[in-house]
């Protein structure tokens, strides 16, 4: 990973170094609540470099190729493509890499507040240590947590290409980096925080309150933070509150109630798919037509025609009737 510290920008240099020990950073999604940036370190094979790095922030990166290490005084610890790494705020250490390959990921950052409270969820101590909340380096990440990482920086990746919701995007990442320090403090066999439920009733009101308001909101941009500041709740508990009460993930939900609002309308002829489109919340004829083909199998086109055919003969039969 060589010379970075995880705010974002190059560690210090030594003499002789070049660029391809400087990584390279993109940010792939920025919100709020949190960031996601590829990085990418083309270094060679080296020893542990100097001077020392430090991390300004509390970070969770993400291995997709090659590997270093990171060395806390006598103490060394390597990261691979199987792992998750955790940087503690002002945690110091040196970075080596033990191939030519250099290495690449993607480093999570989630607003201090967020990541206080899912990782209260498993840690409750974590108020009396907020500024390095981890307790570990990094854990060997399962097959499902190594699919769901790729599968998210290829959607990314696509944004321009595939029109990305903001809300989709935050629920996402924000779940990966739960199910990862939920699985971090399993493996390191910190104690488990059993969750504190507030009643069935109040979830139950929240719930039936941001359903509202999303049908309410059909049209507009709607974001985590957005919504959860409706309801009275903190964006990832609110995620979670409403994916318990309806079996589906927010973003999923109102996806899910845009497409079969506008099926409805393209019943009754509506001929400007664009203007459908951006009336229920997409952000181009595109957008709207490609995710309408992943949930029915057909384009609105071809429903709206179908629809139509099947219209006139019903008219027929009332005539001959």
């Not at 083909?293 to 009332?318: M, V």
Request: hydrophobic share 35%; with cysteine; charged share 30%.
């Amino acid at each position: 990973m060589g010379k970075k510290n995880f705010a974002g920008n190059s560690g210090g240099s030594s003499s002789g170094s070049d660029d391809r020990e400087t990584p390279i950073y993109r940010t792939l999604y920025e919100s709020p609540l949190l960031s996601a940036t590829d990085y990418k370190c083309c270094a060679q094979r080296n020893g542990p470099r100097v001077p020392e790095e430090q991390s300004e922030n509390n970070s969770i990166v993400l291995m997709r190729h090659g590997c270093f290490v990171r060395h806390f005084g006598k103490r060394r610890v390597a990261a691979d493509v199987n792992h998750a790494v955790f940087f503690s705020k002002n945690s110091v250490y040196r970075v080596s890499h033990p191939t030519d390959h250099g290495d690449r990921g993607t480093r999570f950052l989630v607003a201090p507040r967020i990541l206080k409270e899912i990782i209260s969820e498993f840690d409750p101590s974590v108020k009396d240590h907020l500024e390095q909340p981890f307790a570990f380096d990094s854990i060997t990440c399962d097959r499902q947590i190594f699919r769901r990482h790729r599968e998210l920086v290829q959607r990314l990746e696509n944004a321009a290409e595939n029109p990305l919701e903001h809300l989709w995007a935050d629920v996402t990442v924000l779940q990966l980096i739960a199910d990862i320090l939920e699985s971090a403090f399993k493996k390191h066999r910190q104690p488990l925080k059993v969750r504190r439920q507030s009643t069935k009733t109040d979830h139950a009101e929240k719930t039936e309150f941001a359903k509202e308001y999303l049908a309410d909101k059909l049209s507009e941009s709607i974001t985590l933070s957005l919504i959860a500041r409706e309801v009275g709740a903190s964006p990832f508990n609110f995620a979670r509150i409403f994916q318990e009460q309806t079996g589906l993930p927010i973003h999923r939900y109102l996806t899910l109630l845009r497409l079969r609002a506008s099926l409805e309308r393209l019943s009754d002829g509506n001929d400007d798919l664009t203007s459908l489109a951006l009336d229920l919340g997409f952000s181009s004829h595109s957008h709207f037509t490609d995710v309408f083909r992943r949930e029915f199998g057909e384009t609105p086109s071809d429903f709206r025609r179908q629809s139509s055919i099947k219209t006139i003969r019903e008219i027929s039969k009332n005539l001959i009737a």
